[in-house]
Antibody, heavy 123, light 107 residues
Framework: QAQLQESGPGLVKPSETLSLTCTVSGGSMTDYYWSWIRQPPGKGLEWIGF???????NYYPSLKGRVTISRDTSMNQFSLRMTSVSAADTAVYYCARHWKDAYGGLIYGFDIWGRGTTVTVSS | AIRVTQSPSSLSASTGDRVTITCRAS??????VAWYQQKPGKAPELLIS???TLQNGVPSRFSGRGSGTDFTLTITYLQSEDFGFYFC?????????FGQGTKLEIK
């Protein structure tokens, strides 16, 4: 069974860029969709965006323009880059794998998650 | 975006009890609801998809019901290992959205 592990700085300064990486072990990235999801303190989870192993992406509308998700399938990794961060971006960030439907289509449900990494935006 | 309202936000129950967590969507999501369990310091685990389909390895004391806008997760005969955080998610509309979660504590 695949496992996911998030990594990256735990502290980012306001207006700077947040960068996180998710490493996939025990499985391949091929033919799957992969997402970033976050949970601000005291709030519910918020989906950020996905990338397919073929490079296709889609993002939460209000974050479009600040967020980029990329992947390196040779390294079995995908990454999140979020620019111009503010305190509102303080959250636990999770990476997750979408489960597949019978036809390999996009399902916005997540069958494997990482443990999450805490990112604090503060000067 | 579809709003998902989950209740209660916290719950304390004894082993052997039956507990029910509810999620209500702001519009029809058919049966496109998933339930997850998360324990402290661990990755969330998918329990149920399609509102009622139990994932492999999930104990049969967990069950999900509902369609349209109202959904429930029920744990019958609660075990001590069932403590944790539970949250629902709709994946009918874009973007996918989540309930606020329920913290289940064992008395």
């Amino acid at each position: 069974q695949a496992q996911l592990q998030e990594s990256g700085p735990g502290l980012v300064k306001p207006s700077e860029t947040l960068s996180l990486t998710c490493t996939v072990s025990g499985g391949s990235m091929t033919d799957y969709y992969w997402s970033w999801i976050r949970q601000p303190p005291g709030k519910g989870l918020e989906w950020i965006g996905f990338i397919h192993s073929n490079g296709n992406t889609n993002y939460y509308p209000s974050l479009k323009g600040r967020v980029t998700i990329s992947r390196d399938t040779s390294m079995n990794q995908f990454s999140l880059r979020m620019t111009s961060v503010s305190a509102a971006d303080t959250a636990v960030y999770y990476c997750a794998r979408h489960w597949k439907d019978a036809y390999g289509g996009l399902i916005y449900g997540f069958d494997i998650w990482g443990r999450g990494t805490t990112v604090t935006v503060s000067s | 975006a579809i709003r998902v309202t989950q209740s209660p936000s916290s719950l304390s129950a004894s082993t052997g009890d039956r507990v029910t967590i509810t999620c209500r969507a702001s519009q029809d999501v058919v049966s496109y609801v998933a339930w997850y369990q998360q324990k402290p310091g661990k990755a969330p685990e998918l329990l149920i998809s399609g509102a009622s389909t139990l994932q492999n390895g999930v104990p049969s004391r967990f069950s999900g019901r509902g369609s349209g806008t109202d959904f429930t997760l029920t744990i019958t005969y609660l075990q001590s290992e069932d403590f944790g955080f539970y949250f629902c998610q709709q994946y009918s509309g874009f973007p996918p959205t989540f309930g606020q979660g329920t913290k289940l504590e064992i008395k």
